[in-house]
């Protein structure tokens, strides 16, 4: 079998087009953008057209786009900009969401900066937006609400829409995370009632190491690193003008046949679901997994045996790449926050299938097969 890669949520490869934008920058246009000669206006005329492509697709203003190296420093940025310079003194999250968020909201707590809440979830793992209201009604402070789009574990959306509107309703900052769904929905944050989002180009075929902040226009907050004047004094040091220009690049590709390869990736998903449901009739799913679904993602529970814990191990040696959970805590001991935030009594094995626009119904039947095959 040859090798099938099913862990597009953790990273997707470079794209071709996207390396062979990014080139000129790693060779001869090497100008340090700040610089006044002409190699410097080069690298500089770069970065803000890529700032400005984004924004066109994202209808936001160039100046509300400010780079920086992944969605991890971009949330970071949001939340310690939030309590020392717009006076949050409360940070309303989900038990579910990244480690960048939830660690970064304990950080801040533990400095006694601010108070940490976490709004209740569903059976299903879904926001519990009753609970969401209430905690904002009750919030005698400064509030800034920090959820994350789209799951990046289960898969579960969350109606940004909505938040952002009861945000406003309770005068509260709203920040989300759109990691995972960049470049697979449309946003319109010209429309879309959020004041900061965090993005990076690697899930959708860019660089890694390459991220976006929007930052309403309006908002005025300090610098997260400081030496210097980079990024309109918003973040210092040397910019990375080759994966700024590959972000651009990616999510320009990524955008153009966006509503086709969603057709196609959920059709994928469907087939796996459909398979694993007739193939293993004892097959759970974590999360809601109908359209209230992350199309790229697939949280499959796995009955607890000693066949089933050892099963992502052997799909990697089968040449099968899927994963256990979040990449950023594969490392972690305890298991998955997530799934023990939403099914704190379940013993099971989950296994994450994450699907892109490169795989294939073939690549789903031997999966599938092996999966069977190794279980039996």
């Known amino acids: 079998m040859s090798r099938i890669y099913l862990d597009n949520a953790a990273t997707t ?12 920058y790693l060779t001869e246009h090497f100008g340090n953008a700040s610089s006044i000669h002409s190699f410097g206006r080069a690298s500089r005329i770069a970065i803000e057209k890529s700032r400005k492509e984004i924004a066109q697709i ?3 203003r160039p100046g509300e786009i400010f780079f920086t190296s992944c969605g991890t420093e971009s949330t970071n940025t949001v939340l310690h900009s939030a309590v020392r310079d717009l006076g949050c003194k409360h940070i309303i999250t989900s038990p579910i969401e990244h480690h960048a968020t939830l660690h ?3 950080f801040l707590a533990s400095l006694g900066l601010c108070k940490v809440s976490k709004v209740n979830l569903t059976q299903d793992g879904h926001i519990d937006y009753v609970d969401l209201e209430r905690l904002l009604a009750e919030s005698n402070e400064q509030t800034i609400v920090t959820l994350m789009h789209a799951n990046n574990e289960i898969g579960n959306i969350t109606d940004i829409q909505y938040v952002g509107d009861l945000c406003k309703k309770y005068n509260a900052l709203f920040h989300s995370d759109t990691v995972q ?5 449309k946003f319109d944050l010209e429309k879309l009632p959020v004041d900061f989002l965090s993005g990076s180009a690697h899930k959708f075929n860019g660089p890694k190491g390459s991220g976006i902040l929007f930052i309403r226009s309006g908002i005025q907050i300090k610098p997260f690193i400081h030496g210097g004047s980079q990024e309109r004094n918003m973040r210092s040091g040397t910019e990375n003008i080759a994966n700024i220009v590959g972000f651009a690049k990616a999510l320009e590709i990524a955008t153009l046949h966006y509503e ?3 057709v196609y990736i959920q059709s994928l998903k469907n087939a796996m679901i459909e398979q694993l449901m007739a193939q293993i009739p004892s097959i759970q799913f974590h999360g809601d997994i109908s359209d209230k679904s992350l199309y790229t993602v697939l949280n499959a529970c796995f009955p607890l045996n000693n066949k089933t814990e050892m099963l992502s191990i052997n799909l990697d040696v089968a040449g099968i790449a899927v994963s256990g959970g979040s990449a950023c805590s594969s490392g972690a001991q305890g298991g998955s ?7 704190p009594h379940q013993t099971s094995v989950p296994i994450r299938f994450s699907f892109s ?3 294939t119904f073939e690549e789903i039947d031997l999966v599938v097969k092996k999966i069977v095959d190794l279980l039996n």
Do not use: F
């Open 13 to 24: 490869p470079l794209d071709n087009v996207v390396l062979d934008a990014m080139m000129p």
């Open 58 to 60: 994202m209808n936001a």
């Open 104 to 106: 970064t909201a304990e």
């Open 181 to 185: 769904t960049i470049a697979h929905y």
């Open 260 to 262: 086709e390869d969603k």
């Open 337 to 343: 926050h997530v799934i023990k935030s939403v099914y």
């Open 357 to 359: 626009k490169h795989n």
